[in-house]
């Protein structure tokens, strides 16, 4: 899964840091710090964070898992 903020976008709500603490940040004046590939067990509170954003400057996308060598 690969998270992607739109820093453009991002008003620094913080609403992501309330639905998904373990993922996103704010530091210092209004800088938003995220994890940008978040373990899979933690999907469900960034869709939460996805879903919180007034601004919907949160997605997130999954990232195919790479093939396997059947040699």
């Known amino acids: 899964m690969r998270v992607v ?3 453009n ?3 620094a ?3 992501c840091c309330f639905a998904a603490p373990d ?3 704010i ?3 209004e800088v938003l710090v995220y994890d940008p590939a978040p373990p899979p067990e933690r999907r469900r509170e960034i869709e939460r ?3 919180a ?3 919907r400057a949160i997605r997130f996308e999954a990232v ?3 093939p396997r060598d059947r040699g």
């Open 53 to 55: 954003c007034p601004v």
């Open 27 to 29: 530091h210092g004046l």
């Open 49 to 51: 964070a996805v879903q």
């Open 13 to 15: 709500y913080a609403q």
């Open 5 to 7: 903020v739109d820093l």
């Open 23 to 25: 993922s996103f940040a």
């Open 9 to 11: 976008r991002c008003q």
């Open 64 to 66: 195919p898992e790479a």
